[in-house]
């Protein structure tokens, strides 16, 4: 009951700006082969957007799947210079060492608006909502990047799981001509579907409020409609309770998902400039 409300709220809310979102954002999501694009870590939306302070020494990997296989440690360059036709994948990973200590209004705010039913219910269930929080904290992102004409080469990579701790998976690439007008994708926790996630998806070039925002069913699924071409942001935050004994409350984490969709009709015969 109390996810099912929780949920419910969520997605009452207005869709503010997401200032816990972060994600990895490529100059370009599309880029010519032999050419490059320059890679950044942003956080938050609207005003409140900004390029990510976080320590180098936080950053547990940064790295791109190629479309043939091989895998290029970013840590240090802060570009990828495709060498090979095809969709490449991006991945951040930071260590669970920062932490967050919010007042009891403005966590219990949070939590509402991010649909962290498993927050709400353990501080009801421990008589602890009139209570500031603790929570450590680490974020996880992942980037899609096409190298040659949208659809050409191989687009494998817009399905791979590559074992984040809280993953978003696209169900099919998005140059597949089957996804028609749907935007599918899986939130995996831990290797496991995740019911019960709040989704958002935000338009990264108009991005004060997220466009779309849906609750993931029972096996980790949303469905929303195909956004238009521009650059966009899938986002995801999952919370799991701690005894408190450390000081800490809960052990939280930030995932994302950033791609490109391109305008209709651009095929592999369009190269890009």
């Not at 496991?192 to 998806?201: F, I, N, S």
């Not at 005894?243 to 391109?262: C, H, K, R, Y």
């Amino acid at each position: 009951m109390i996810a099912r409300l929780l949920t419910v709220a969520a997605l009452c809310l207005p869709l503010a700006a997401g200032a816990h979102d972060f994600w990895v954002n490529p100059d370009r999501f599309v880029v010519s082969v032999g050419a490059s694009t320059g890679l950044s870590m942003q956080v938050g939306h609207g005003d409140a957007r900004r390029t990510s302070p976080i320590p180098s020494r936080r950053i547990l990997r940064f790295a791109a799947w190629t479309p043939g296989g091989d895998v290029i440690d970013l840590r240090g360059d802060g570009k990828l210079a495709p060498t090979e036709a095809g969709l490449h994948l991006l991945v951040l990973e930071t260590d669970a060492n920062a932490q967050s200590h919010l007042p009891a209004d403005r966590f219990n705010a949070y939590v509402k608006e991010e649909g962290l039913w498993p927050a709400a219910a353990a501080r009801e269930q421990r008589g602890t909502t009139g209570r500031d929080a603790i929570e450590r904290y680490r974020r996880v992102a992942k980037a899609l990047v096409q190298a040659g004409a949208p659809g050409e080469g191989n687009q494998d990579l817009a399905t791979k799981r590559v074992g984040l701790p809280l993953e978003i998976v696209l169900v099919a690439p998005l140059s597949d001509p089957d996804g028609g007008d749907t935007l599918a994708a899986q939130v995996v926790f831990e290797g496991r579907p995740l019911a019960g996630a709040l989704v958002k998806l935000t338009d990264l070039d108009h991005d004060a409020t997220p466009a779309a925002a849906q609750v993931t069913d029972r096996d980790g699924l949303v469905r929303l409609r195909r956004p238009p071409p521009g650059n966009w942001l899938l986002n995801v935050i999952w919370t799991t309770p701690l005894s408190g004994a450390e000081g800490i409350d809960f052990d939280t984490i930030f995932s994302s998902l950033s791609f490109g969709v391109p305008p209709a009709g651009l095929s592999s015969g369009h190269a890009p400039t």
